[in-house]
């Protein structure tokens, strides 16, 4: 199975600040995902990003908010901008090889505003 | 659109008995159904993948069913030891996406 590494682990921020979390798969890989999860909640699906092209975002979420990059087919990065109390969740990144197999996940990020 | 409910939300067992957690989606058009754990403030970790076109799947004391047709998939976790509690989560890929669309999960306590 693929190792998925985030950064940072966990923060805790201000209201107002920026913070950009970044995802580091150990092969290469087409498509990554970013969930969010609130406390409590089950994970939502914040966007898909492939390589070369735009993320393509869910309902709900825009990219004023939560712009992605991936500029290689190992690393990704989000960041949650212009934070607010309600940002505080769990984002986890994740990928799979292909429809057929198992999608993986990082250890997540515990993001804390303040 | 598709919607995934998992029952219980919460169940407190003795260690050594064998326990069914459930799952049931909307939509039956999916491609796959995946069960995964999750440890607290942790991320997930996949147990078990299920093919539209398969009946179950098993990896030690796991085995996990699907009834596509009736929208139904089971966690079935054998001899359970305190070491299983976690909360697990069942998540469907529906046909001609690549996302996951998860319940709520199950928390589960297995009490010594």
């Known amino acids: 199975s693929a190792v998925i590494s985030q950064k940072p682990s966990r923060d805790i921020c201000q209201r107002g600040t920026s913070l950009t979390i970044q995802c580091q798969v150990d092969s290469q890989v087409t498509m990554m995902f970013w969930y969010r999860q609130q406390p409590g909640q089950s994970l939502t699906l914040i966007a898909t990003a492939n390589q070369g092209s735009e993320a393509t975002y869910e309902s709900g979420f825009v990219i004023d908010k939560f712009p992605i990059s991936r500029p290689n087919l190992t690393f990704s990065t989000l960041t949650v901008s212009n934070m607010s109390p309600e940002d505080s969740s769990i984002y986890l990144c994740?990928?799979?090889?292909?429809?057929?197999?198992?999608?993986?996940f990082g250890d997540g990020t515990r993001l804390s505003i303040l | 659109k598709q919607e995934v409910t998992q029952i219980p939300a919460a169940l407190s067992v003795p260690e050594g008995e064998n326990l069914v957690l459930n799952c049931s989606f909307t939509?039956?058009?999916?491609?796959?159904l995946q069960w995964f754990r999750q440890d607290p403030g942790k991320g997930l970790t996949s147990l078990l993948l299920i093919q539209s076109s398969q009946r179950e799947q098993t990896s030690g004391r796991l085995n996990a069913s699907l009834d596509k047709s009736s929208g139904r998939s089971t966690l079935y976790i054998a001899a359970s030891q305190p070491g299983d509690s976690a909360t697990y989560l069942c998540?469907?890929?529906?046909?001609?996406?690549?996302?996951?669309?998860f319940g709520q999960g199950t928390r589960l306590t297995i009490n010594p």
């Open positions: 939509d039956s058009a999916i491609y796959n």
């Open positions: 994740s990928t799979g090889w292909g429809v057929d197999q198992p999608q993986h």
């Open positions: 998540a469907v890929r529906t046909q001609g996406a690549q996302k996951l669309v």
